[in-house]
């Protein structure tokens, strides 16, 4: 296993169409987390899953913006009705059990509106 | 609610000085991460710092954490060129791992 995966690594899409990204995270991680950076901001936390529970999406920037992890494995981050606001890196993340160890990064998706 | 604060924001300097990066947060944490970005590229996780008065080292990179103090330095010696990156510390805002970041140091090593 290289790391965490994600696809594609550059998006350019039209303003109000739909977008899905995908994070594979590395094997037996039971935790994967979805992050939005900007240019000259650290990332920004979207939401996390726990297997196939997502535990927390109140942060989740509004409801165009949703989330899956259907089995527990893979996840993918959609946004509905895409703006300009939304341009930005989408990060992917996965970590193991116990909680006192860092997260690995995959290498993000870069998300271009016009 | 949680704040991360890091400074400086930028900093340039020449090879083979040694400079401190701070981190400051606001409410009380056990825990702290640091981690590097190169440009266009994704994060790389550097130390986790798991409580009061820890310490770590990898090569030229010295991370603490006080927590009393709500502050955590990363201290480079004698830099290198190959340290030029841009710097974050994060701090969990729960026990779900749902991290804060600060804005970043981009640090500039000239040779």
């Known amino acids: 296993d290289t790391g965490v995966s994600q696809d594609p690594r550059h998006k350019i899409t039209k303003r109000g169409q739909n977008v899905t990204f995908r994070c594979d995270p590395i094997?037996?991680?039971?935790?994967l987390y979805w992050y939005r950076q900007t240019l000259g901001q650290g990332p920004e936390f979207l939401t996390y899953?726990?297997?196939?529970?997502?535990?927390?999406k109140s942060r989740l920037l509004s409801d165009r913006f949703s989330a899956e992890r259907p089995k527990g494995s893979f996840s993918t981050l959609e946004i509905q009705r895409t703006e300009q606001g939304d341009s930005a890196m989408y990060l992917c993340?996965?970590?193991?059990?116990?909680?006192?160890?860092?997260?690995?990064f995959g290498q993000g998706t870069r998300l271009t509106v016009v | 609610e949680l704040k991360v604060e890091q400074n400086p924001l930028f900093l340039s300097m020449q090879e083979g000085k040694n400079y401190t990066i701070y981190c400051n947060y606001s409410?009380?944490?056990?825990?702290l991460y640091w981690y590097r970005q190169d440009p266009g590229k994704s994060l790389e996780s550097l130390f986790v710092?798991?409580?009061n008065g820890a310490v770590k080292q990898e090569g030229r990179l010295m991370a603490s954490l006080d927590t009393k103090a709500r502050l955590s330095t990363l201290h480079i010696t004698a830099a290198v060129h190959d340290l030029s990156a841009t710097y974050f510390c994060?701090?969990?805002?729960?026990?779900?791992?749902?991290?804060?970041w600060g804005a970043g140091t981009k640090l500039i090593i000239k040779p």
């Open positions: 993340a996965s970590s193991p059990r116990p909680l006192n160890t860092e997260a690995f």
């Open positions: 094997s037996e991680h039971n935790r």
């Open positions: 899953f726990q297997n196939e529970a997502q535990l927390e």
């Open positions: 409410t009380t944490s056990d825990r």
């Open positions: 710092l798991l409580s």
């Open positions: 994060a701090v969990p805002l729960d026990s779900n791992y749902q991290l804060i």
